[in-house]
């Protein structure tokens, strides 16, 4: 017999749909029993999904999608959406190269009806969707579904603000998982929302409003009257005044609240609200208990859960961050510690244990962690922002503004710079060095290895301005870690390979691959170190001596630390030829982080490709080749 009878039955939501109401529950435990089954086999959102389990099951049983639009936001919560409107089959493969994405994505799904990865944006595209509706004359409903870390956004209450005096017909479900608004959950509370929600007492309401029309003082004083009775028994005051109409909290796990309450304001006009309260890993014990471990995960048995690193392990990037940190923080009681929510995923979990009075979450908010930094480096402290690379790109402007302009002297530790695999385009860090080399006063550094990366850490934070050190997601090399807080001389890079003919140019992370390239070419090879300032004297002597300069670099080849190679050959009129390699021109799709970087030609096979092929078509252009002249700058080094 099948572990998951009814969940077999389910092909599309119209399925779901059909199911009686004393059905659903029984989906929705076969439902969370294949997903921890599923991603134990293959890695990805754990904790997230299984809290969403219900609500999906609700939704979908309630909501005629995809006519009627589910817009989710982040999207670490839709396996179960993903399960249910045709993917359960696909979900051996969640992630993997050619399979299906871990987030929402158009072109994968018509149920899928708006592209996420970062946070924050439902309620805006569901306004977007819904005023749409309005304007074709189309009869359907739109729900954003956000939760309650990512309602801490700008950009969630300016289309809160927005919605709420554009007469849209929407329903913005707030996901509260951290019980952060409010604990109140119980059958009063699920009374309640049924009681609110229910068409009874909003026509009631409405009513009342007519009869009171002739009286101005009157109708103000009954709104009041029932704003008071709701705020002693919700926490809605804030959406109420927004201009939705404010539901619950009920518990999000109880179908037999959700479901009425749903189909009770799928009839209801205007902007909705409801709040539920969910737990992230519901009903998998171990998820339960720590719910941050198991956001996101690698394969795992689920009877045993997951293991520890194992001893020995090559520590990562962001584990030479953290352990940077702590140890400047103990020289420099100046130093401050930021990060927009991501404290383990940025290494700063020891940081704010060791100096909480110096660390600062504040929240998926990063506009305001980039100007927050700015206004404690204008009263002498300094600010160190960890930040992945994608995250930046929210905070661009006020890079731009606030920091940048003045001259501030703060340090962005950029985590997940280029490819970064299973999590694909929406994180993959592969413009950071193209919208970053463009803005002065910037230093910009790229380590090639963890010893590096310490110092380069080091090197930013005694800087009197901006600076910002990118490093990719994982580990490194392995060498060893000098643990004295030493920096690097600032844009000065250093030759790592002496060859003839090509030259190769290697920033950051292409440094292995370039050195390994280089072995069949027979090139010299440069590490860089810093996009800016660059090295231009390394760059005259190099191009001195060599036909061919390639610049290799895991970020957009548009822009970038290429493009700063160029500018010094076209400054001093060089007649070498240079081949810049890096991203191309399109977005990267998810997948192992070396198998992409095959695929775009930045390992050593296709580094050695590239060059052959522009060695040949040299030739073939010129009919023969001249040795440079020597140069005695590269002796010296």
Not at 292 to 303: A, D, N, R, T
């Amino acid at each position: 017999m099948t572990r998951y009878p009814l969940l077999d039955t389910i092909c599309d939501p119209a399925q779901v749909r059909k199911l009686e109401r004393k059905q659903l529950p029984q989906l929705a435990n076969e439902l969370r029993s294949f997903l921890v089954e599923s991603v134990a086999k293959t890695g990805g959102h754990l904790s997230s999904n299984l809290g969403t389990v219900e609500l999906t099951v609700a939704l979908h049983h309630v909501f005629d999608t995809p006519h009627d639009r589910l817009v989710w936001d982040v999207g670490h919560q839709t396996y179960p959406h993903k399960v249910l409107t045709g993917r359960r089959t696909g979900m051996a493969r969640l992630r993997m190269h050619g399979g299906i994405s871990g987030f929402p994505k158009r072109s994968e799904s018509r149920y899928d009806t708006f592209g996420v990865g970062h946070s924050s944006t439902s309620i805006s595209a569901a306004l977007g969707m819904a005023l749409a509706a309005k304007i074709k004359g189309e009869p359907r409903k739109v729900v954003a579904i956000i939760g309650d870390g990512a309602m801490s956004a700008g950009q969630a209450f300016e289309a809160l603000n927005n919605a709420g005096v554009a007469d849209a017909d929407m329903l913005v479900v707030l996901n509260d998982n951290d019980m952060s608004i409010s604990p109140a959950v119980g059958a009063l509370n699920r009374y309640l929302a049924r009681l609110f929600s229910g068409g009874s007492f909003n026509a009631a309401r409405k009513a009342g409003e007519k009869i009171l029309d002739f009286s101005p003082s009157l109708r103000e004083f009954a709104k009041r009257a029932e704003e008071h009775v709701k705020g002693m028994l919700t926490p809605g005051t804030l959406f109420e005044e927004m201009g939705f109409n404010y539901i619950g909290p009920i518990d999000g796990h109880d179908l037999e609240s959700l479901v009425p309450t749903l189909q009770n304001l799928k009839n209801l006009k205007g902007p909705q609200f409801l709040h539920v309260i969910t737990k992230k890993g519901q009903g998998y014990k171990l998820a339960e208990v720590d719910p941050i471990l198991y956001h996101g995960v690698s394969k795992f048995q689920p009877e045993v859960g997951i293991a520890g690193s194992p001893s020995g392990a090559k520590p990562s990037y962001t584990q030479i961050f953290g352990d940077w940190l702590c140890d400047m923080a103990a020289a420099d009681p100046k130093l401050v510690g930021i990060t927009p929510a991501m404290r383990e995923g940025s290494g700063l979990l020891r940081f704010s244990q060791r100096y909480p009075d110096r660390y600062y979450d504040v929240g998926i908010a990063e506009q305001h962690a980039v100007t927050f930094a700015a206004g404690l480096a204008c009263e002498g402290l300094r600010p160190v922002l960890a930040i992945y690379s994608t995250f930046l790109q929210r905070g661009y402007d006020q890079l731009v503004h606030d920091v940048a302009l003045q001259n501030l002297p703060v340090v962005f530790a950029l985590d997940r710079g280029g490819l970064v695999g299973a999590d694909g385009p929406t994180h993959h860090g592969a413009f950071d060095l193209s919208f970053l080399s463009c803005i002065p006063n910037m230093v910009v550094m790229t380590p090639s290895d963890e010893n590096e990366c310490r110092k380069m850490l080091t090197t930013a934070y005694r800087l009197d301005g901006p600076s910002a050190v990118r490093y990719p997601r994982g580990s490194g090399t392995g060498v060893a870690i000098d643990q004295e807080l030493v920096g690097l001389p600032v844009g000065k890079g250093e030759i790592r390979r002496r060859g003839s003919g090509v030259a190769l140019l290697a920033f950051g992370s292409m440094l292995t691959p370039a050195l390994a390239a280089a072995e069949e070419l027979d090139a010299s090879v440069a590490n860089m170190r810093f996009v800016k300032p660059i090295d231009r004297e390394l760059i005259i002597a190099l191009a001195a001596e060599h036909s061919l300069l390639v610049s290799v670099e895991e970020n957009a080849v548009i822009g970038g630390a290429g493009t700063e190679v160029e500018r010094v050959l076209e400054d001093i009129a060089s007649s070498a030829r240079l081949l810049r390699l890096g991203i191309p021109d399109h977005f990267i799709e998810h997948g192992d982080q070396a198998l992409l970087l095959t695929e775009i030609g930045l390992d050593r096979e296709g580094i050695v490709r590239a060059v052959r092929a522009r060695q040949n078509s040299s030739v073939a252009d010129s009919g023969e080749s001249m040795p440079p002249p020597k140069n005695n700058y590269l002796e010296q080094q």
